[in-house]
C-alpha cells in the first residue's frame, strides 16, 4: 500500500474561496481522522470516522468546515467560505481498529495558505 | 473531555539522555502512544503502552503509570538526526469510537 495519501500538498487561496482536501486512507484501515496544526494549537483533532461514519466533530471549528466520507477509500475536508486565520497544515491520517501497537498512520499533509 | 500536558521544548548534546514526560487525563483511556514529527513531514509512530510499565525499542523507550496518568519517553545516545518534536496521544474510548488525541508536542534539539 502506498500509505495515507493527500492532496494537494499545497493551496493557496483567497479569502472567501471554497476549499477541498483530499484523503485516502490506507486499504482495510477502520479509523480516519482529519488533524489541524499550527504553531500555537498544535495537533488539533478536527473529526474522525469509523468505518466511514463520523463519529466525533466536536473538535470542527465553525459551520465553514464539513467532512464526508461517502466510501472506505475516500474523504475530504471542505472549508466554505475560507478565512486567513485557517492558514495551517492539515493533516488525514488512518488507522485500524484500536488495540495493542496499533498506530495511525499520517499522509503528508496539505499546508492551506489563505490569503 | 481530554488534555495531555509535555514540556514544549527539551535541549540535550549528542550522546546524551532525554526524558520527554506527558500527563494525561481522559475519561475513556485506551493506551499512550508516542509520534515523532521532524520539521515539514508529518508524525510518525514511535510506540504504544497499553500496560503499566517500559516498553524499549532499540534507542528509545516508552512508561506508563496508568495509576499516575503519566508516561514518558526516554531517548538514549542521541544523534543529531532526533532533533524533531515529540508527541504523545491517546486514544480516548468513547461511546462510538476511539479518538486519537495529541499533546502540543517537546521540540527536542540536539547539538553537538
Known amino acids: 500500500d502506498a500509505g495515507v495519501i493527500q492532496s494537494p500538498r499545497h493551496e493557496v487561496t483567497e479569502m472567501g474561496q471554497e476549499v477541498t482536501l483530499r484523503c485516502k486512507p490506507i486499504?482495510?484501515?477502520?479509523?480516519l481522522f482529519w488533524y489541524r496544526q499550527t504553531m500555537m494549537r498544535g495537533l488539533e483533532l478536527l473529526i474522525y470516522f469509523n468505518n466511514n461514519v463520523p463519529i466525533d466533530d466536536s473538535g470542527m471549528p465553525e459551520d465553514r468546515f464539513s467532512a464526508k466520507m461517502p466510501n472506505a477509500s475516500f474523504s475530504t475536508l471542505k472549508i466554505q467560505p475560507s478565512e486567513p486565520r485557517d492558514s495551517a497544515v492539515y493533516f488525514c491520517a488512518s488507522s485500524l481498529a484500536p488495540g495493542p501497537g496499533t498506530e495511525a498512520f499520517f499522509g503528508q499533509g496539505t499546508r492551506l495558505t489563505v490569503v | 473531555g481530554q488534555s495531555l500536558e509535555q514540556p514544549s521544548e527539551v535541549t540535550a548534546v549528542e550522546g546524551a539522555i532525554v526524558q520527554i514526560n506527558c500527563t494525561y487525563q481522559?475519561?475513556?483511556?485506551?493506551?499512550l502512544s508516542w509520534y515523532q514529527q521532524h520539521d515539514g513531514g508529518a508524525p510518525t509512530f514511535l510506540s504504544y503502552?497499553?500496560?503499566?510499565g517500559l516498553e524499549e525499542t532499540g534507542r528509545f523507550s516508552s512508561f506508563l503509570s496508568r495509576s499516575d496518568s503519566y508516561g514518558y519517553l526516554l531517548l538514549q545516545e542521541l544523534q543529531m538526526k532526533d532533533s524533531a518534536s515529540y508527541f504523545c496521544a491517546v486514544r480516548d474510548h468513547r461511546q462510538a469510537g476511539t479518538a486519537l488525541i495529541f499533546g502540543k508536542g517537546t521540540t527536542l534539539s540536539v547539538s553537538s
Open positions: 486499504s482495510g484501515h477502520d479509523y
Open positions: 503502552n497499553a500496560l503499566d
Open positions: 481522559t475519561s475513556g483511556f485506551y493506551g
